[in-house]
């Protein structure tokens, strides 16, 4: 009864080769997030998406981007994998509640990516 | 000043000893706040969500301070499988992302 679902657990792609991680959900929550975490850091949001909404923070490189082709799914695509990428990348959701402060986010296990 | 600060540690304690971790936020209109923890490898997982009254939960008690912007978690008689990283967690304003904390390293040593 996996709520966030994350493939693979781990990638290893080679510099400069476009790799795409998954992320899916069972719990039907209208908001998705991207983060990035490299070790003893905190994670670092890259976006998120509320609904079809995409929301890009404003320091996240060009290099990575997102789809989601509907509410159950969201990718994370980076198209020039740099070995400053390499990290764990973490899928989380939220229910999105209009006015809803004490929203609780469910993480996805994390898909550790290592660049060659 | 970081949005939310933390001790970085880490907290070497034995079996049975009592913890406290303290966290500072910079916005003083942050909406809500929470304790994740996450072991090593592991995604972070909610622990408890940290009301204005001060809440419990079995041997982990949260406190809010506002007034002074800090958030503070205790660990009461502290266990091996509390080993973990504590991260400290500030919701800015409803339905926007969660500030994230750097975490604390707990290790309760046998």
């Known amino acids: 009864d996996a709520m966030v679902i994350q493939n693979p657990r781990y990638q290893v792609t080679q510099f400069g080769k476009p790799v795409t991680l998954s992320c899916s959900q069972t719990?039907?929550?209208?908001?998705m997030y991207w983060y990035q975490q490299k070790s003893s850091q905190a994670p670092k949001l890259l976006f998120h998406?509320?609904?079809?909404?995409?929301?890009n923070e404003a320091d996240t490189p060009d290099n990575f981007q997102s789809r989601r082709p509907n509410t159950s799914f969201c990718f994370l695509d980076i198209r020039s994998p740099g070995l400053g990428d390499a990290a764990m990348y973490l899928c989380?959701?939220?229910?999105?509640?209009?006015?809803?402060?004490?929203?609780?986010?469910?993480f996805g296990p994390g898909t550790r990516l290592l660049v060659l | 000043r970081k949005e939310v600060e933390q001790d970085p540690g880490p907290f070497n304690v034995p079996e049975g000893a009592t913890v406290a971790f303290n966290c500072t936020y910079s916005?003083?209109?942050?909406?809500?706040f929470f304790w994740y923890r996450q072991d090593c490898r592991k995604e972070p997982k909610l622990l408890m969500s940290?009301?204005?009254s001060g809440n419990e939960d079995g041997r982990f008690t949260a406190q809010l301070n506002r007034a002074s912007q800090y958030i503070s978690l205790l660990i009461r008689d502290s266990k091996l499988s509390d080993s973990a990283t504590y991260l400290c967690?500030?919701?800015?304003?409803?339905?926007?992302?969660?500030?994230f904390g750097k975490g604390t390293r707990l290790s309760v040593i046998a």
């Open positions: 989380a959701t939220s229910r999105g509640l209009a006015g809803g402060s004490q929203e609780t986010q469910y």
């Open positions: 719990l039907n929550h209208n908001v």
């Open positions: 998406y509320y609904d079809k909404d995409f929301n």
């Open positions: 916005n003083s209109a942050s909406q809500s």
């Open positions: 940290v009301y204005s």
């Open positions: 967690v500030v919701n800015p304003w409803s339905n926007t992302p969660l500030v």
